[in-house]
């Protein structure tokens, strides 16, 4: 007498993938607010001495820049563009905050850092392990 496992087999199969399905997967991040508003500028930095930033602003209209603890400087503004200095106390978190007329477009904005220097004697740092994040407030 031969026996058959290939019944036995495909039912199990059946079964294990019937008792898979129904499970709804993880919500994903919410949208970014809509309507106008600040952007921030999240600095991550691998010194305690920066004294200074040379950051260039782009993607779109911006306004009204503002810092805490250091002192803002900026070129012209040009249609889309904007070089900003921060000069100070610079510590990583947020360095920079600006105002664009709709927030949920904060992926097409980029802020570059082109130059850090000390905070005691302003000597340029390498750019090396810095990075700079656009994020809604």
């Not at 199990?12 to 898979?20: D, E, H, K, M, Q």
């Not at 920066?50 to 820049?65: E, H, K, Q, R, V």
């Amino acid at each position: 007498m031969r026996v058959t496992y290939l019944p036995a087999l495909a039912l199990g199969v059946v079964v294990t993938l019937a008792s898979c399905g129904g499970e709804e997967l993880p919500p994903g991040p919410p949208p970014p607010p809509s309507g106008p508003g600040f952007l921030q500028v999240l600095l991550e930095t691998p010194r305690t001495n920066d004294g200074a930033l040379l950051i260039t602003l782009s993607g779109g209209p911006l306004d009204s820049l503002r810092v805490s603890q250091a002192t803002l400087l900026t070129a012209p503004p040009g249609v889309n563009d904007q070089q900003v200095i921060i000069a100070g106390d610079v510590r990583a978190g947020t360095v920079l905050r600006f105002w664009v007329p709709e927030r949920a477009n904060v992926a097409n904005y980029r802020a570059v850092l082109d130059q850090v220097a000390t905070r005691r004697d302003y000597i340029q740092q390498s750019l090396t392990d810095y990075s700079l994040t656009i994020t809604t407030d």
